[in-house]
């Protein structure tokens, strides 16, 4: 799992590479009762969360989690200066 936002929690993800999680293929698993911010988010696939080959949006009964728009491509990592 990537990000876990409990029952009390709000969020927001964003500008991240959200893929490549083993444990339940989950890139966000959502049981906030506040709705949660992960749009700008690379999912694994240019089309977004889904279950397979990207991961997916995991929400416990009635959250809520944006993800548009979504990243087409891999967040380009940055590099501290002199390396």
Do not use: H, I, Q
């Given at each position: 799992?990537?990000?876990?936002?409990?029952?009390?929690?709000?969020?927001?993800?964003?500008?991240?590479?959200?893929?490549?999680?083993?444990?339940?293929n989950?890139?966000?698993?959502?049981?906030?009762a506040?709705?949660?911010?992960?749009s700008?988010?690379?999912w694994g696939?240019?089309?977004?969360?889904?279950?397979?080959?990207?991961?997916?949006?995991?929400?416990?009964?009635?959250a809520?989690?944006?993800?548009?728009?979504?990243?087409?491509?891999?967040?380009?990592?940055k590099?501290?200066?002199?390396?």
């Amino acid at each position: 799992m990537g990000v876990r936002v409990g029952p009390s929690g709000t969020a927001r993800v964003n500008g991240n590479d959200l893929f490549g999680n083993v444990y339940e293929n989950c890139g966000v698993a959502n049981a906030s009762a506040e709705p949660v911010d992960a749009s700008d988010n690379y999912w694994g696939t240019p089309e977004g969360p889904s279950p397979s080959p990207a991961d997916d949006v995991c929400n416990a009964a009635g959250a809520l989690t944006v993800v548009a728009p979504v990243r087409a491509r891999a967040v380009e990592p940055k590099l501290a200066a002199g390396r």
